[in-house]
Structure formats: structure tokens, C-alpha cells
């Protein structure tokens, strides 16, 4: 090494650590402060300050950040449509954002434009084909446009990533179900109830036992819905008319009866009351039931079934 040149190289040195320290510069103040705005739940204050022009201010990496911030706290104050710009910017700078495709994504799903909703899902795919979020989106938007199928499938792959989420088997289990797969149905509906056992387990349990001809079952595990939610009308309304369509008369009229005891002119507990009343002879009691049954606009179907049912007694 030549003399004196320790000296020179330390201060190049210096002179270059110095001058990559300056180009760490610290985030930008605005969106500290929208980040701080916005864990206070102070989602207004994040859309007042998130200007167009304060976004001008941010560097290239923080912009995304900024977008969805200004996205999120824009729903939260029900400004949907502006979200729906917001996060449509965002994308259109940075279309490999996979926190910007799924706001946008999730923000057309649950405005029903599941069509719409769809390419941004299955572009996250293409960037990270086990994200959950994605498959979760993808998951319901099929569902919701008929193609049960391909909505099993991604609730498959949701449920490889989230394991432990008793909602997800429950809405698996009730596409399995549609699709008439009522053993993989029954089996991830009691996934579901095995994380929480829930009302809404337990009758779809039943629902799907009934549909395997497994009738007692079917009706222990409603009894058990009941108990855990006993104010559900429409419990107490399926047992009536699964008792009534078995056969089993004086269960259906005790049902209906607990129907009626939670709201006294229900259409279809009056209707199942009189039909059951009708099938074990007492059909004057039962012309009474139907009548009322009859009469009940909020229902014309059922209206329409106790109609016809009185015009067979003439």
C-alpha cells in the first residue's frame, strides 16, 4: 500500500457511510401519523389528512401504504365509492400489491360484484398461489354465482392455511352439502361444531342428517340447536314440519304448538298445527288453524297450501 493512503481510503470511507446514511431517510411524517390516526380508530382525521396532495408528498415505497390507509379508513366512514377509487389508483401503480388487490377485492365482494371481485382474486393467486385471503374471496364469489365446484375447491385451500376456523368449516360444509357430498358435508360440519359448538353447527348437522334419511338423529341434533339458541323460530319451525312430513302427528302439532308460543299467528306453525290436527281427526279445530293460516298475507305460499287444504274439506 502505498504512503498515505490508509488515511485517504478511511475518509472515502466516511465520506460514502455518511452519505448512505442520508439516503436512509425516516418514513414520512404523514403516514406515521395516518398509521397512529388510524389505530385510534380516528379514521376521519386518517381521510382528512390523506389529501391528494399529501399523498403526492410520499416516496414511491410508502405510497401503497398510504392508499390503503386512505382505503380502509374510507370504508370505515362509509364512503365506499371512494375507497373503491382509492384502492383502483393504488392497484393501477402498483398491480403486484397484494394488499391492494385483496381491499379491492373484498370491497367488490361485498358489494355483490362478485363478477368484478374475481380477477383481482385470482391475480393474488398468480403472485402467491396459497394465499388464504384469496382463496377465501375466491371461495365465496363462486359460491354466491353458482359454481359449487370451484367453490369447494378454494374453501379446500383456505381451510390448508387456517385450520382453525370454525366459520370456514361450517361454510365448507354447507357447499359440500349443496353439492349433495353429505358424508364430507356431515364430517366438516362436525369440524366446525369440534372448534365451536354452535347453534348454527348443530342444525346444519341436522339438515344433512335428515337429508341421509337419519331421522332420529337428525332430530336430536336440532333439539340440540334449540338448546343452544332456544329464541330460533325457524328451529322450532323445521322440526315441526320434518315431524309433520315423518308422520309423527302429535310431535309436529307439540312443535308447532312451540312455534306458536314464540309468535302467535306464524303462518306455518298454524298451518303444520292444523294439518296435524286434521290427520288425527279433530277437524274442526283444525279448520281453525288453517283459516287463520289462510289468512296470513306475510306468507302466501303457506297462505296458498292451508287454502287448498280447507277447499279439500268442503
Known amino acids: 500500500m502505498a504512503p498515505g493512503s490508509e488515511p485517504v481510503r478511511l475518509a472515502l470511507l466516511a465520506l460514502a457511510l455518511l452519505s448512505g446514511c442520508a439516503g436512509i431517510r425516516k418514513p414520512s411524517p404523514a403516514l406515521d401519523n395516518a398509521r397512529a390516526l388510524f389505530e385510534a380508530h380516528r379514521y376521519g382525521d386518517v381521510v382528512s389528512l390523506l389529501s391528494d396532495s399529501e399523498l403526492r408528498t410520499l416516496r414511491a415505497k410508502e405510497l401503497p401504504r398510504g392508499y390503503e390507509l386512505l382505503g380502509q379508513s374510507q370504508e370505515r366512514v362509509g ?11 393504488g392497484v ?7 394488499n391492494l388487490l385483496t381491499h379491492l377485492g373484498n370491497l367488490l365482494h361485498t358489494g355483490e360484484l362478485d363478477e368484478q371481485a374475481r380477477p383481482f382474486y385470482e391475480r393474488i393467486l398468480k403472485l402467491s398461489p396459497a394465499n388464504a ?3 377465501l374471496g375466491l371461495a365465496e364469489t363462486e359460491y354466491r354465482l353458482g359454481f359449487l365446484e370451484r367453490s369447494a375447491d378454494h374453501y379446500a385451500a383456505t381451510i390448508k392455511e387456517w385450520k382453525d376456523q370454525p366459520k370456514l368449516w361450517l361454510d365448507y360444509a354447507q357447499v359440500l352439502s349443496d ?4 358424508g364430507e358435508a356431515f364430517d366438516a360440519a362436525g369440524k366446525a361444531a369440534a372448534l365451536s ?4 353447527a348443530r342444525a346444519l348437522r341436522a339438515e344433512i342428517l335428515w337429508k341421509l334419511d337419519r331421522r332420529p338423529e337428525a332430530f336430536a341434533e336440532l333439539d340440540a340447536a334449540q338448546k ?7 328451529f322450532a319451525q323445521r322440526r315441526a314440519l320434518w315431524a309433520l312430513e315423518a308422520g309423527e302427528f302429535e310431535r309436529a302439532n307439540a312443535a308447532a304448538v312451540l312455534v306458536l308460543n314464540m309468535k302467535a299467528d306464524d303462518p306455518l306453525g298454524l298451518w303444520v298445527r292444523g294439518a296435524s290436527l286434521l290427520r288425527r281427526g279433530r277437524s274442526a ?7 287463520r293460516a289462510a289468512a296470513q298475507k306475510t306468507a302466501p305460499f ?7 287444504l280447507l277447499e279439500s274439506l268442503r
Not at 364512503?79 to 389508483?89: D, E, G, H, I, N
Not at 343452544?228 to 325457524?234: H, N, T
Not at 303457506?302 to 287448498?308: D, L, N, Y
Open 197 to 200: 359448538d354452535t347453534a348454527a
Open 228 to 234: 343452544l339458541e332456544s329464541s330460533r323460530i325457524d
Open 302 to 308: 303457506v297462505a296458498a297450501t292451508a287454502q287448498r
Open 79 to 89: 364512503q365506499a365509492q371512494a375507497a373503491l377509487r382509492t384502492y383502483q389508483s
Open 179 to 182: 353439492r349433495r357430498k353429505y
Open 92 to 98: 393501477a401503480q402498483y398491480p403486484k400489491d397484494i
Open 133 to 135: 385471503a384469496a382463496h
Open 285 to 291: 279445530e283444525a279448520r281453525r288453524d288453517l283459516e
